[in-house]
Nanobody
Framework: EVQLVESGGGLVQAGGSLRLSCAASEFTFDDYYIGWFRQAPGKEREGVSCIVSSDGSTYYVDSVKGRFTISSDNAKNTVYLQMNSLKPEDTAVYYC???????????????????WGQGTQVTVSS
């Protein structure tokens, strides 16, 4: 059974950092886009970042550019989201998800993501 498991969430003060991890089992990242999404209470789910495992190309939503960095360790089947300079508005449940790669196309949070993790809470206090 394909599984994605997030970890690394927690409570941090504004300006602090967290690193989220997304570990996969029963499949390898090679042919997938791996995305990070978040959902805050009362808000719609938002695509934060994604990475093309085969070539390392990335996407970031404007609100996190320059603060968040996505990376992939294909040997460990793990994708990371390094979050720096956190703001209270970054508070949300963060999910990782996987979508089959479309050869020649970069990743996008708008694609259909087939596999989802259970989420990890990130809370940023002011």
């Amino acid at each position: 059974e394909v599984q994605l498991v997030e970890s690394g969430g927690g409570l941090v003060q504004a300006g602090g950092s967290l690193r989220l991890s997304c570990a996969a089992s029963e499949f390898t990242f090679d042919d997938y886009y791996i995305g990070w999404f978040r959902q805050a209470p009362g808000k719609e789910r938002e695509g934060v970042s994604c990475i093309v495992s085969s070539d390392g190309s990335t996407y970031y939503v404007d609100s996190v550019k320059g603060r968040f960095t996505i990376s992939s360790d294909n040997a460990k089947n793990t994708v990371y989201l390094q979050m720096n300079s956190l703001k209270p508005e970054d508070t949300a449940v963060y999910y990782c998800a996987a979508a089959h790669e479309i050869p020649g196309y970069g990743c996008s949070p708008l694609y259909e993501y087939e596999y989802w993790g259970q989420g990890t809470q990130v809370t940023v206090s002011s």
